[in-house]
């Protein structure tokens, strides 16, 4: 099983903030792994595939890289609407895993 | 626009069965693979079960491995996860997420869930 460790769990910035964070995987996942969101009370949703593909629809303040087995996502000039909980997820080997989310609070 | 409808949960005593389905639309299911996703409350997402676009390969997490079975029938549109000897554990939300592709990829569209609830 590929394990994913996703810093921090929670992270508050004010709008207009750049926001990072870490998932890093224990194994080699070449580059598949995705970034989902998701608000309160919804499902979550794709924003980020093949580690740096940001699907269609998401804006472009989204951003996705990698480094060897750590994986980021950045998401540039923060706003009110990006308040949700952010999860990792390695589809490279069975089982697919998610890391344990991290949530990002508007101050 | 694709769309995912989960129905089926409900509150159920442990030990006894469940059957959810996911209807879908606006996109060729037969050419996609499925997963089901869920959520205990306040938790993180748990991977439970994938099925190839045909039905032909189906896996499990091993947390649900012997008790659950994924089917499709592509002729309906709809997923299925027949639950069995649920535990309270097992109390969750449960999403159903289409693959991008005909096996295993990333998840790009999520049903909004249906809930579980496993109590004596």
């Known amino acids: 099983v590929i394990w994913m460790t996703q810093s921090p769990s929670l992270v508050s910035a004010s709008t207009g903030d750049t926001v990072t964070i870490s998932c890093r995987v224990t194994?080699?996942?070449?580059?598949?792994l995705a970034w989902y969101q998701q608000k309160p009370g919804k499902a979550p949703e794709l924003l980020i595939y093949?580690?740096?593909t940001l699907q269609d629809g998401v804006p472009s303040r989204f951003a996705g890289s990698t480094s060897g087995t750590d994986f980021t996502l950045t998401i540039s000039s923060l706003q009110s609407e990006d308040a949700a909980t952010y999860y990792c997820q390695q589809y490279s080997s069975f089982p697919p895993t998610f890391g344990q989310g991290t949530k990002v609070e508007i101050k | 626009q694709e769309k995912l409808v989960e129905s089926g949960g409900g509150v159920v005593q442990p030990g006894t069965s469940l059957r959810l389905s996911c209807v879908v639309s606006?996109?060729?299911?037969?050419?996609?693979?499925m997963h089901w996703v869920r959520q205990a409350p306040g938790k993180g997402l748990e991977w439970l079960s994938m099925?190839?676009?045909?039905?032909?390969?189906?896996d499990y997490a091993d947390s649900v491995k012997g008790r659950f079975t994924i089917s499709r029938d592509n002729s309906k549109n709809t997923l299925y996860l027949q639950m069995n000897s649920l535990r309270p554990e097992d109390t969750a939300l449960y999403f159903c997420?289409?693959?991008?592709?005909?096996?295993?990829?990333?998840?790009?569209?999520w049903g909004k869930g249906t809930t579980v609830i496993v109590s004596s």
């Open positions: 194994q080699g996942i070449r580059s598949y």
């Open positions: 093949y580690a740096s």
């Open positions: 997420a289409k693959s991008s592709n005909f096996y295993y990829s990333q998840m790009d569209v």
């Open positions: 606006g996109f060729t299911f037969s050419y996609h693979g």
């Open positions: 099925i190839s676009y045909d039905g032909g390969k189906a």
